[in-house]
């Protein structure tokens, strides 16, 4: 946990996409020092058209390497997050050449209680996590 969810254009290799998770991976364990094997990751690609990332009035001018990272977590500190924002955007240009002009996070915070990993059981509020 984290849960990463990565919008971007449909037309990329799955090389591309497997490196593209990978770097993001890289990032999450930097950031966030969480376990090497705990890695929730969702690859959702859009037609052209069908997905929209303007630049908020800064003057950023996206490519069709666009990629919208939506980061379900439990509460992380603002400096995790800082360094979160800065590694995936250094891991993804190293490993697929995205731009960070490209990179687009967003987090949506949660608690334990909203988290099971299977077996229909909260580990988080159980103690086995």
């Known amino acids: 946990m984290p849960l990463l ?20 991976h890289r990032a999450v364990l ?36 666009v990629v919208v990272i939506t980061v379900v977590s439990r509460p992380r500190s603002e400096d995790a997050r800082r360094l979160f924002y800065e590694a995936v955007c250094s891991e993804l240009k190293a490993a697929c050449e995205i731009r960070p002009e490209d990179v687009v996070v967003s987090f949506i915070i949660n608690s334990d209680a909203d988290w099971s ?11 086995e996590l």
């Open 30 to 65: 930097k950031a966030f020092a969480v376990p090497e094997r705990d890695r929730y990751q969702i690859v959702h690609e859009h037609d052209i058209g069908r997905m929209v990332v303007e630049d908020t009035g800064l003057g950023i001018v996206r490519s069709q390497n």
């Open 117 to 127: 990993f299977g077996n229909g059981r909260a580990q988080f509020l159980t103690g």
């Open 5 to 24: 969810r990565f919008d971007i254009l449909k037309g990329h290799s799955e090389t591309y996409i497997r490196n593209m998770l990978d770097a993001a």
